[in-house]
């Protein structure tokens, strides 16, 4: 199993749908990152967290460390939104390194 | 952006051969990676190094080398290329500062196809 699993593998929205990804872990970590990989490829690092909730712009991160879960929101979802969003822990034991879940691939139509 | 770049973007090599990919920054970040993305598994970890010529294994290391001379250049040698290595691989430097939860800033990557 995964140390690292995302929920769901694919998902499908109409415009302006509010979306969630969710991020389960089974190890100890020291923080929780979300990645954007757009269609061309290139990754971008969304948000970083070891507790509580970020945002930015339409884009909510929470984390509960005490249940080993985290959720991604996207309010007002846009086509632009399209692109796979990856799940990554740091964990306890590993220094800088991370672990990554295989990460939902997000379709938003028009 | 952080600046990353990798070289050569694409690149299609035969089974057996020698290649060499080449991540470069110019944000002086001590730590730098290597992984692999393949359908199925997510990024996988390489080798990685956290300072000129300190270097340590990832999870799927076999079959590669790396070597940092120089903080801002981090290769990736595969001795022998072989189809299962077959993937994108993507470069990603971190700044190294003490505590947890660094931010990793990743190249474009390269899409390595061995025939």
């Known amino acids: 199993k995964n140390e690292v699993e995302q929920s769901p593998q694919n998902l499908t929205a109409q415009e302006g749908e509010f979306i969630t990804i969710n991020c389960s872990y089974s190890v100890g970590i020291s923080a929780l990152h979300w990645l954007q990989q757009h269609p061309g490829g290139g990754i971008v690092s969304l948000f970083m967290?070891?507790?509580g909730k970020k945002k930015h712009g339409r884009l909510i991160a929470t984390i509960n460390i005490q249940e080993k879960h985290s959720s991604l929101h996207i309010t007002a979802s846009h086509p632009r939104d399209s692109a796979v969003y990856i799940c990554a822990v740091r964990k306890e034991t590993s220094g800088s390194r991370l672990t990554f879940g295989e990460g939902t691939q997000l379709t938003v139509n028009p | 952006d952080a600046g990353i770049t990798q070289s050569p973007r694409h690149k299609v090599t035969e089974t057996g051969t020698p290649v060499t990919l080449r991540c470069h920054q110019t944000e002086n970040h001590r730590y730098m990676y290597w992984y692999r993305q393949d359908p199925g598994h997510g990024l996988r970890l390489i080798h990685y190094?956290?300072?000129?010529?300190?270097?340590d294994k990832g999870e799927v290391s076999d079959g590669y080398s790396v070597s940092r001379s120089k903080t801002e250049d981090f290769l990736l040698t595969l001795e022998s290329a072989t189809s299962s290595q077959t993937s994108v691989y993507f470069c990603a430097i971190s700044p190294g500062r003490k505590g947890a939860g660094e931010t990793q800033y990743f190249g474009p990557g390269t899409r390595l196809l061995v025939l």
């Open positions: 190094s956290y300072g000129v010529k300190d270097t």
């Open positions: 967290l070891s507790s």
